[in-house]
């Protein structure tokens, strides 16, 4: 199944949630090869967050690189720093929603950033803002972002966005997604919406 599905970044995410939960192993000959066609290391740390309470805290500076599988729920990053030199990826089951307990949900530089099946919620400053990074965000929805700043940004003559089929929701009359003049963005089926003034409609395919 995992082998004839054209989206590279759901096999790859299936893939992970099997090993995740034992189905697989790192020696696994699919596993191995589904890593091979990625643009960056896969972690070798693989943690699964159940959540059992009604909210959970999640601590994206407890490792350097690291792969999230997280059950449905809702989830507090702690971010009180950038995220430097990391190759992360986080993944959802079921609904799974991150949100941000001060300022931005996720912020970092010289990293890699997958986030798969995620529900992010900022009330105050970026959803994400990436600097010189590798950022790819698949089945992800951006929304209830209240600031003043698009919700996504990257920055930097090597940074790259990847979005596939994602929404993005401003409640405020300040756009959606913020690319620098030297970074790349690739946005395919994706809808934007400008809820603030006016109810607006982007599709991005």
Known sequence: MHATNSNLFGAYANI?????LGEISHEDEFFIQQCKKMPFSTPKII????????EGLLDLFQFEDVILVLEPGTYTTMVLMEMD???IVIIGIGKVTIKNSDINVFRGSDSNLVLYNIYVECTRGYSL???TSQVFVDNCWFIKCFG?????????RKAKLF?????VANI???GGILADIDSIAYIKDCKLYNIGVTDVKYIFK
Request: net charge neutral.
């Open 16 to 20: 992970l949630i099997s090993l995740a």
């Open 47 to 54: 943690k699964r967050e159940d959540n059992q309470l009604d």
């Open 85 to 87: 030199n990391r190759n």
């Open 129 to 131: 803002y990436m600097e």
């Open 148 to 156: 003043p700043v698009p919700p996504i940004c990257i920055d930097g």
């Open 163 to 167: 979005m596939n089929k994602c929404v």
């Open 172 to 174: 405020k009359n300040a």
